[in-house]
């Protein structure tokens, strides 16, 4: 989870809320609403004889909310292209493309090859797997755990955020205006700070998800193979793409079953250890081979 949170001082507060004001009533503009201008319900009656008016001043341009213009078609050129065609001007014309047709070349026949064997077809259901093993089982309340603590501290960091700027409102006007910055400056790095720190937790959440679920995926294939091979299948298909089977072709029992004997638990890092750091530190370090010093000339005969 990315948690932002921007901070508006509170003489921000009213200008904020105007310019949200106005970017709705922009929104609704863009989405093609219009606006239709008032009206009085009589106009007023005109004199016979106006009497003189001095010159009006140059009125500013006036915005009408309308909405936008249709989208324009091109069939068959470019419009405003000298030599195109517009979809405006011309709308049943279409420009008639003819390809050439490229004649397939000749393919000399292949050597016979050996006939596969008859199919013996199996079917099971992965999501249903998942959700009975026990590995995955484990995987899933972990890394639960782990997301929720992670929310907790993020709404306790924003809580403390909002009593900090309510702190500084109150002591602004006992404060110079340098002091008032430096506090800005101090709640901004601890708002930056925290913001890192979320994002590196939730990545190494992340990280320990696919680690984990990456070690139950290879078991997973290899105990598929391992239990089709005992039933004498050779071609295994997922549940969700057979549209009618038999009760004899599913092992998806046979496969949790198998799967809970050979993987119980998975290996899950520690919280907050990202599992690359973890392998990297696992892994020796090669000793670096000393440079192998030139050979030396023999002494010269006397």
């Known amino acids: 989870m990315n948690t932002k949170l921007t901070t508006r001082p509170p003489f921000r507060t009213a200008l904020f809320a105007a310019a949200a004001l106005l970017a709705g009533v922009g929104q609704a503009s863009a989405q093609g609403y219009f606006i239709p201008p008032q009206h009085n319900a009589a106009p007023a009656a005109r004199p016979a004889t106006p009497a003189p008016r001095p010159a009006p ?3 500013a341009p006036v915005q009408q909310n309308l909405p936008p213009p249709p989208p324009v078609q091109i069939q068959g050129g470019m419009a405003g292209v000298p030599g195109g065609t517009d979809a405006v001007d011309a709308p049943d014309q279409q420009a008639a493309v003819q390809l050439p047709n490229i004649p397939v070349p000749d393919l000399p026949a292949l050597p016979k090859g050996a006939t596969p064997p008859a199919a013996v077809i199996g079917v099971l259901g992965v999501p249903e797997i998942m959700r009975a093993a026990t590995a995955s089982q484990q995987v899933e309340k972990v890394i639960g755990e782990r997301r929720e603590k992670l929310n907790e501290d993020a709404q306790k960091e924003q809580a403390a955020w909002r009593d900090l700027q309510q702190q500084l409102a ?3 006007g006992s404060m110079s205006p340098d002091q008032v910055r430096a506090k800005e400056r101090e709640l901004q790095e601890r ?18 998800a696919q680690y984990s679920l990456s070690q139950i995926e290879r078991t997973l294939i290899g105990v598929i193979r391992q239990v089709a091979e005992s ?19 599913d092992i998806t029992d046979q496969v949790t079953q198998q799967m809970n004997k050979v ?9 907050g250890v990202s599992p690359l750091a973890q392998a990297q530190a696992a892994t020796p370090a090669t000793p670096a081979t000393p440079a192998s010093a030139p050979p030396t000339a023999p002494p010269a005969k006397r």
Not at 191 to 208: G, L, M, P, V
């Open 170 to 172: 109150a002591q602004r």
């Open 57 to 59: 001043r140059p009125a």
């Open 191 to 208: 708002i930056t700070n925290a913001q890192k720190s979320f994002r590196d937790r939730n990545r190494i959440i992340q990280e320990t």
């Open 231 to 249: 039933r004498g299948m050779n071609l295994v298909l997922h549940r969700a793409q057979v549209a009618l089977n038999i009760n004899e072709f």
């Open 263 to 271: 993987m119980p638990s998975v290996t899950i890092p520690p919280d």
